[in-house]
């Protein structure tokens, strides 16, 4: 069983960046795939960015691709989601995934095992 709590939503500029976290319970949180997903209002929920559990291998949908970065540190249980040039169309509710994966990344909703709460990022224009 895997915990999941988001943190560092909130309302920014666009242009403007936020960095969000997710600290995991349980100690196997290296043994898990771990990846961001999304949901705007009226949306389905859609993958973001995604990390292998070692952390060298990333994988990102093309929207954010060159602002958004993913990142882990296994020591501390927690998975990163740097946000930079933000956008309006980045609003949205963004979730922390574990996927209980020995390779690859977690890219689609089918193939998560856990979900965090959420946090929700607003970006003004």
């Known amino acids: 069983q895997v915990q999941l709590v988001e943190s560092g939503g909130g309302l920014v500029q666009a242009g403007g960046s936020v960095r969000l976290s997710c600290a995991a319970s349980?100690?196997?949180?290296?043994?898990?795939?771990m990846g961001w997903f999304r949901q705007a209002p009226g949306k389905e929920r859609e993958f973001v960015a995604g990390i292998n559990w070692s952390g060298g291998s990333t994988l990102y949908v093309n929207s954010v691709k060159g602002r958004f970065t993913i990142s882990r540190d296994n020591a501390k249980r927690t998975v990163y989601l740097q946000m930079n040039s933000l956008k309006p169309e980045d609003t949205a509710v963004y979730y922390c995934?574990?996927?209980?994966?020995?390779?690859?990344?977690?890219?689609?909703?089918?193939?998560?095992?856990?979900w965090g709460q959420g946090t929700q990022v607003t970006v003004s224009s």
């Open positions: 349980g100690r196997t949180f290296s043994r898990y795939a």
């Open positions: 995934a574990a996927a209980r994966m020995s390779t690859g990344v977690v890219s689609t909703t089918q193939g998560v095992d856990y």
